[in-house]
T-cell receptor
Framework: NAGVTQTPKFQVLKTGQSMTLQCAQDMNHNSMYWYRQDPGMGLRLIYYSASEGTTDKGEVPNGYNVSRLNKREFSLRLESAAPSQTSVYFC?????????????FGSGTQLSVL | AQSVTQLDSQVPVFEEAPVELRCNYS??????LFWYVQYPNQGLQLLLKYLSGSTLVKGINGFEAEFNKSQTSFHLRKPSVHISDTAEYFC????????????FGSGTRLLVRP
């Protein structure tokens, strides 16, 4: 019962470095999401993919890019990391993109940018 | 814009005591309402959701929530908490037709003491 798997779990970057966060789901879900979680702010949507082959910006997309590699995988890339991107990142998936959908979350990636 | 308010950032309670976690949302239109729970070092998981019908919704682990349209509230309750309920709880609201329009509150940390 893997569900949503994220790698890595922890990462420390220097300002200006790049990295890619990986996410894969094994539930045959159509929709996938990337959120960031900051203290006192809840979760904010960075990018989403309503279905394979499509990606769209969420609430806070600046400084990030995404790739929906196939139906299973949805990666998040930081091209030039900044301290403001220090956060916990969560990948999620849902069967479809309806408003009543249940989201399934990965266990998160804790990213520190120095 | 849609918003979700969780007034209490932290709620300490003794084991076996009742608890209520408050959630208010701003919307005059029909919404879908969710409570997600995040246990330490884990991703979020769905606790319960309100889509329509009965205003009292029962979820997993003995939690329930009541939708109050006139007060635009969706408070979460449990009559007797356990140590294992220690976690962060997020209220979320979805308006419209898409899962990517889900708005999360800032979270309430429930701390259950022996």
């Amino acid at each position: 019962n893997a569900g949503v798997t994220q790698t890595p779990k922890f990462q420390v970057l220097k300002t200006g470095q790049s990295m890619t966060l990986q996410c894969a789901q094994d539930m045959n879900h159509n929709s996938m999401y990337w959120y960031r979680q900051d203290p006192g702010m809840g979760l904010r949507l960075i990018y989403y993919s309503a279905s394979e082959g499509t990606t769209d910006k969420g609430e806070v997309p600046n400084g990030y890019n995404v790739s929906r590699l196939n139906k299973r995988e949805f990666s998040l890339r930081l091209e030039s990391a900044a301290p403001s991107q220090t956060s916990v990142y969560f990948c999620a998936s849902s069967e479809a993109a309806g408003a009543n959908e249940k989201l399934f979350f990965g266990s998160g990636t804790q990213l520190s940018v120095l | 814009a849609q918003s979700v308010t969780q007034l209490d950032s932290q709620v300490p309670v003794f084991e076996e005591a009742p608890v209520e976690l408050r959630c208010n949302y701003s919307s005059s239109v029909s919404v879908y309402l969710f409570w997600y729970v995040q246990y330490p070092n884990q991703g979020l998981q769905l606790l319960l959701k309100y889509l329509s019908g009965s205003t009292l919704v029962k979820g997993i682990n003995g939690f329930e929530a009541e939708f109050n349209k006139s007060q635009t509230s969706f408070h979460l309750r449990k009559p007797s908490v356990h140590i294992s309920d220690t976690a962060e709880y997020f209220c979320a609201v979805s308006k419209g037709d898409s899962s990517y329009k889900l708005i999360f509150g800032s979270g309430t940390r429930l701390l259950v003491r022996p």
